[in-house]
């Protein structure tokens, strides 16, 4: 629900943004400001140097999720709002939540969905334009449910031929799955070689994904595991 009172921070300043090395927070979950961060140091995930762990491959070859693309944006924000144990707050404000529904309405914001039976389990969102995707939250509620939605992400992205993956801050987490730390200045640079990129969009490259799939008779976390083993 849009915050009454509240307008959305317009989607033509959020793509502005992307496309310049910015991206918006907030202090706290009903904090009506938004403030725009341009960090001194970038995370990004080379797209050919994702850590695919035996863990983690064994979790997509056994498809102990069904993975989905742009089935559940708004449920994945929420979640990833959601007040956690070790961190009550969150930089996902209301109004945040509200632009990005409209950003996804307009085909800029996709996420990657991972469900047991009818239940979401795991997700991430983020922002895509060109040969770019900004990563922008995930969350998990089974164990690799995260790692799978960003391992299919990283192989979408590969097969849709983009360039950069934007992680925004390391952390160890994303440290352990292949994540580097550059300056803004670099990631300035990756960005503005990546934009111009024809890329296919996450949606068109998970119903490629699906429709090679069918025609090879293969589960589609097959071709997942192929795009993350092959060399580059």
């Known amino acids: 629900m849009h915050p009454p009172g509240l307008p959305l921070v317009p989607s033509e300043l959020l793509m502005l943004a992307y496309r310049s090395g910015i991206f918006p927070m907030s202090d706290g979950r009903d904090d009506p400001e938004v403030f725009w961060v341009e960090p001194k140091r970038r995370a990004i995930l080379p797209l050919a140097g994702f850590h ?23 449920q994945v924000m929420a979640e990833c709002a959601a007040p956690r144990p070790d961190h009550p707050e969150s930089w996902i404000s209301r109004r945040i939540m509200a632009s990005y ?31 770019v995707f900004c990563g922008e939250s995930m969350f998990s509620r089974a164990d690799n449910a995260s790692k799978v939605a960003l391992a299919w992400l990283v192989a979408l992205l590969r097969r849709a031929g983009a ?45 490629a994904l699906e429709d090679e799939a069918s025609g090879l008779g293969l589960p589609p976390s097959k071709l997942i595991l192929q795009s993350l083993t092959q060399t580059s």
């Open 163 to 207: 360039r950069l993956l934007d992680c925004q801050f390391m952390t160890e987490h994303l440290a352990s799955l292949g994540a580097v730390e550059i300056s803004q200045a670099r990631y300035v640079a990756l960005l503005a070689d990546a934009e111009g990129i024809g890329a296919a969009s996450l949606p068109e490259a998970f119903g």
């Open 52 to 74: 695919l762990s035996h863990s983690l491959a064994k979790a997509i070859r056994k498809d102990r999720f069904r993975v989905s693309c742009d089935q559940a944006f708004d």
């Open 101 to 131: 529904r409209a950003l996804h309405s307009e085909g800029h914001a996709h996420s990657i969905e991972c469900w047991q039976g009818d239940e979401l389990v795991g997700g991430l969102y983020g922002v895509g334009f060109g040969g």
